[in-house]
């Protein structure tokens, strides 16, 4: 019988191997396999048959941002609510569970301030609030 | 041997990508490289035994902070943000001129010195200790020492959070009319 | 075996590349990119050494906590670097010369 | 603690002769083992995803009373094989504006982050490759690297749609990732734990152990999760990244041939990952509904058809549900996940925890039945 070990991990940097490999291989064959006429008009950008004007590499709006930044702060209290999550069964089976209880109340209960914060400001609004104005950089 | 494979392969990653991160001119490139240099701690972290800090290495970074980082690269023109005077290799003129370079090389060298000096005392203060195969879970006693030992911590980085979430959206957010 | 050393090596070479990366580089977002990767080493050395010298778990929960406190700090720092480019129409350092507007 | 396949295997008589065979070298062994079943899984994966392409058609034309692809083998199974040669022998074009290695890379994470997520799915008791004590949390996280492959390429092609495409597809999926992780979040609170072996093993017997009725939140949770595990796919009707009525093609439009192809692949296994985590999750996983004392291979196999079969199930869903739905416009898109789902998940996860407490950890089956 083997121990429980780090082999739980093997499988997981063997897949991701496989991945690797697996696109490697599919590149190769499609080098091999492919016909290879290259032309400038079939390597534009696709733009239903007009010339591009510019690159796309240009400025996005604000709120993908701020979308972004909700996220984030999301993930990581999710992340920390993880292990207490996974106690909580544990803790109440041993009589603590109004103390957890108490716990991952008022961390949740900040997390709503957050979202009602945000809802409330309008940022999870995706059109109306958002009218960017270049005026207000100058003031 | 698995861990040792596991280990060269993330050792590889972090700091090739680390060293990626410095040289390369292109910002977009940087946080590819950061990205892989990211997922290597992990796979570090892994071989540490410390499983949770891992998988939460590539949640908030790979999944978070990464993303972020290109909606704001994106965001500030998404353009390569290269002059002569980003780049480390071109030593660039504002840096500074040879003395200043020769200083900052005996310097590193003290440094170096100094840090070799400090890990070998490590060693000897520690020998290497051998660890055989066992992987306890640490989400359990992760769980336990953030609802007791550190539960102030715990709630208050929930304020942090908190704090951050609304002040890097008054920043951000776009000025009405 | 792996060594407490290699560790340390590791996150020496990680907190030099980002220490370089903070001052080669003239842009905003790469210079968090930069304070990323020393916060990375700092966290790396705490799971080492709960590891190799205390066994026991504190260093997990330090390094656990630098996590949330570098994505809070990307956060701020990155919504800085959007409003300075909105205001200044660059994100380079040498730009930002006043605390105000 | 971390029970694999090879420790699952290594309790029978054959392992013992096999680890004669490798010179008792516990580690090859172990390699053997896993690439074998990575193997397995893969080309089953990939079989399934590539059927899928065919299904997808299939039911399409069903729903639309078309005949769909039948030219290909018999009733046109074979066509997905077709697509792939097809594929194959395309001219691999990049843009001149493209970033190179950017346009390289993004295929290949979103393959990477796909196949990884494979390494923890509960095919049954006994044949999860790996069940980590982190499971479900360590599925989330790295399925979160195809948000950033469709990111990635989109901002590579340095095309508008593709660039689009890749902007809306990365805010939309970690949009999504939040009340799909706070499901989540409530059914490792029921569990008690985060691998998927626990949380499979809470769902013994008959289908009113499952997680889906154990409380009237766990019920909405599953709703809420699915929802935005469609999302998180970029599934009809949360296609957007990808919509062709207004950006051509979405964020892989600049790629042709195998590129493609491996987008098209991962993503479809994606979804099936998506389906087999919800039955894992809340449909009582690889279950059989009897309890059965006896633990011999034959048994596993009738849990990997249980699951598979469950897991099929909730994939046709998907394909029936896009195939029906109109698709969302990108601000009643947004508005669903944040003011909708976000919250309502919130409150599953206070509630699960308040009936956790008050209830003293019992089902309502329990209540009901009386144990």
Redesign the interface.
């Known amino acids: 019988m083997i121990p429980a070990t780090f082999d739980g991990l093997m499988p997981i940097v063997i897949l991701m191997s496989i991945a690797v490999l697996l696109f490697w291989g599919g590149h190769f064959a499609s080098v091999i396999l492919a016909p290879k006429k290259p032309s400038h008009l079939k390597s534009t950008p696709y733009e239903c048959g007009e010339q591009p004007v510019g690159s796309a590499w240009s400025m996005f709006n604000v709120r993908f941002y701020v979308v972004g930044l909700i996220f984030i702060i999301f993930d990581v209290e999710s992340v920390l609510m993880f292990p207490v999550a996974s106690i909580f069964r544990e803790m109440n089976d041993m009589g603590q569970g109004g103390y957890a209880l108490i716990i991952f109340l008022s961390f949740i209960s900040i997390l709503i301030e957050g979202i009602a914060y945000c809802w409330k400001k309008g940022d999870l609004d995706w059109v109306k609030s958002y009218q960017v104005s270049l005026n207000d950089n100058n003031k | 041997m698995f861990i040792q494979i596991l280990f060269g392969l993330s050792a590889l990653l972090t700091i090739g990508c680390a060293i990626a991160v410095a040289v390369t001119k292109n910002i977009m490139h940087s946080c590819v490289f950061l990205l892989g240099s990211l997922i290597g701690i992990a796979g570090l972290y892994a071989t540490l035994g410390a499983d949770f800090v891992a998988v939460t290495q590539i949640m908030v970074y790979v999944g978070g902070v990464v993303i972020l980082m290109l909606f704001a690269v994106m965001l500030t023109g998404g353009k390569d943000y290269v002059s002569k005077a980003q780049n480390l290799l071109g030593l660039a003129p504002n840096m500074g001129n040879k003395w200043t370079y020769t200083i900052g090389l005996l310097v590193s060298l003290v440094f170096i010195l100094t840090n070799v000096k400090l890990v070998s005392s490590v060693i000897k203060a520690n020998p290497a200790k051998t660890f055989g195969n066992e992987f306890p879970s640490t989400v359990n006693q992760l769980g336990h020492l953030l609802v007791k030992d550190h539960v102030l911590a715990f709630e208050l980085s929930s304020v942090l959070l908190l704090g951050a979430l609304v002040g890097a959206a008054i920043i951000a957010r776009p000025r009405k009319q | 075996?792996?060594?407490?050393?290699?560790?340390?090596?590791?996150s020496?070479?990680?907190f030099a590349?980002?220490l370089?990366?903070m001052?080669?580089?003239?842009?905003?977002?790469?210079i968090?990119?930069?304070i990323?990767?020393i916060l990375?080493a700092a966290?790396?050395n705490f799971?080492?050494y709960?590891?190799?010298?205390t066994n026991n778990?504190?260093g997990?929960?330090f390094?656990?906590?630098i996590?949330?406190?570098?994505?809070?700090?990307?956060?701020?720092g990155?919504?800085?670097?959007?409003?300075f480019?909105?205001?200044k129409e660059?994100?380079?350092v040498d730009e930002a010369t006043q605390l105000r507007? | 603690m971390n029970q694999t396949v090879v420790s699952y295997l290594s309790q029978y008589e054959f392992y013992d002769s096999l680890l004669a065979l490798f010179g008792n070298n516990q580690g090859l062994l172990a390699f053997t083992i896993f690439l074998i079943v990575a193997l397995i899984i893969v080309g089953l994966c990939a079989t399934i995803g590539g059927l899928g392409t065919y299904a997808e058609r299939k039911i399409s034309a069903d729903l639309q009373q078309r005949i769909g692809p039948n030219r290909v083998g018999p009733y046109g199974l074979l066509q997905f094989l077709a697509d792939g040669v097809k594929m194959m022998t395309k001219e691999d074009v990049m843009p001149f504006t493209a970033d190179k290695m950017l346009f390289y890379l993004a295929p290949m994470l979103a393959l990477v982050g796909v196949f990884a997520t494979l390494a923890v799915l509960p095919f049954s008791s006994g044949f999860a490759m790996a069940d980590l004590n982190v499971g479900v949390f360590y599925l989330i996280a790295i399925s979160s690297l195809v948000g950033l492959a469709v990111f990635l390429g989109g901002y590579a092609s340095n095309s508008k749609w593709s660039m689009l495409g890749g902007m809306r597809g990365a805010s939309q999926i970690i949009s999504y990732e939040i009340p799909v992780t706070i499901s989540i979040l409530a059914i490792t609170l029921l569990a008690g734990g985060m691998s998927f072996g626990t949380i499979v093993g809470m769902q013994k017997g008959l289908p009113i152990n499952w997680f889906i009725f154990h409380n009237p939140f766990a019920f909405i949770a599953f709703f809420v999760f699915f929802t935005g595990a469609l999302a998180e796919t970029n599934r009809a009707p949360f296609d957007l990244p990808e919509a062709e009525s207004e950006l051509v093609s979405g964020y892989h439009t600049e790629y042709t041939g195998m590129r493609f192809g491996f987008f098209a692949l991962a993503e479809y296994i994606e979804v099936f990952v998506v389906c087999g985590v919800a039955v894992a999750l809340f449909l009582g996983g690889s279950n059989l509904p009897v309890d059965i004392k006896l633990d011999i291979i034959p048994i596993q196999i009738i849990e990997v058809v249980i699951f598979l079969t469950k897991t099929l199930l909730l994939y046709y869903v998907v394909i029936w549900i896009r195939w029906t739905l109109p698709r969302l416009r990108v601000d009643q898109l947004m508005s669903v996940c944040w003011k909708y789902l976000t919250p309502m998940a919130i409150l599953n996860l206070v509630g699960c925890a308040i009936w956790l407490v008050v209830f003293n950890g019992k089902s309502m089956a329990d209540m009901v039945f009386g144990h």
């Open positions: 075996m792996i060594s407490l050393a290699s560790y340390l090596v590791i020496l070479i990680l590349a980002g370089t990366v001052i080669a580089r003239k842009n905003l977002v790469a968090l990119l930069g990323e990767l990375n966290a790396l799971v080492a709960s590891r190799y010298v778990l504190d997990h929960i390094s656990l906590f996590i949330v406190i570098a994505a809070a700090e990307a956060a701020v990155l919504a800085i670097v959007i409003r480019f909105q205001i660059t994100v380079h507007n």
